[in-house]
T-cell receptor
Framework: AQSVSQHNHHVILSEAASLELGCNYS??????LFWYVQYPGQHLQLLLK??????LVKGIKGFEAEFIKSKFSFNLRKPSVQWSDTAEYFC?????????????FGKGTHLIIQP | KAGVTQTPRYLIKTRGQQVTLSCSPI?????VSWYQQTPGQGLQFLFE???????NKGNFPGRFSGRQFSNSRSEMNVSTLELGDSALYLC??????????????FGPGTRLTVL
């Protein structure tokens, strides 16, 4: 079974600091990779996704992520965070094909940005 | 375009009762997935439906069931409720099954409290 590991459960940063949230998955086949964000009181929203092609993907609100196949990693980055980035961030993966549907999520990272 | 809608938004039930949650996907989306979100276990995949057929099911007991109608709307049912079933139940829709190149869009969830 596939699994997703997010290394940091709680992260506190000051505004304008750089952000990197780690995500590793365990699955040997072809995967789709996602980062979702859940702002306080709001529902899950897609930040970015990777299906194939350029391993560096850009998402909304200045976020990007890099897929490193050899490391089974899909880390999320943002060069300069804002107070409004305070939220819960989830990395998710699903296997491509084979009928094994559904996303496997990491436990999430609670990010707090201090003004 | 309207997003994924879930009803009701909040539910309070007692142990032993059963509950039915409803989800209306984005117009044109034929795949609906259900997830359970709890503080301890995070987001866990329940099941996915496409064209009225259950494609895959997560590691949950048989008390959890669902169905999809011809208009793609979906319901999930939990019978003989237990305290541990208290959670936020999320519905997500996509154009096609998640094992293909499709992203899921999430609804606001139904908050179920079991007393």
């Amino acid at each position: 079974a596939q699994s997703v590991s997010q290394h940091n459960h709680h992260v506190i940063l000051s505004e304008a600091a750089s952000l990197e949230l780690g995500c590793n998955y365990s699955y040997g086949g072809t995967v789709n990779l996602f980062w979702y964000v859940q702002y306080p009181g709001q529902h899950l929203q897609l930040l970015l996704k990777y299906f194939s092609g350029d391993p560096l993907v850009k998402g909304i609100k200045g976020f990007e992520a890099e897929f490193i196949k050899s490391k089974f990693s899909f880390n999320l980055r943002k060069p300069s965070v804002q107070w409004s980035d305070t939220a819960e961030y989830f990395c998710a993966v699903n296997s491509r094909g084979g009928g094994a549907d559904g996303l496997t999520f990491g436990k999430g990272t609670h990010l707090i940005i201090q003004p | 375009k309207a997003g994924v809608t879930q009803t009701p938004r909040y539910l309070i039930k007692t142990r032993g009762q059963q509950v039915t949650l409803s989800c209306s996907p984005i117009s044109g989306h034929r795949s609906v997935s259900w997830y359970q979100q709890t503080p301890g276990q995070g987001l866990q995949f329940l099941f996915e439906y496409f064209s009225e057929t259950q494609r895959n099911k997560g590691n949950f007991p048989g008390r959890f069931s669902g169905r999809q109608f011809s208009n793609s709307r979906s319901e999930m049912n939990v019978s003989t409720l237990e305290l541990g079933d208290s959670a936020l139940y999320l519905c997500a829709s996509s154009l096609a099954p998640t094992s293909t190149l499709n992203e899921q869009f999430f609804g606001p969830g139904t908050r179920l409290t079991v007393l």
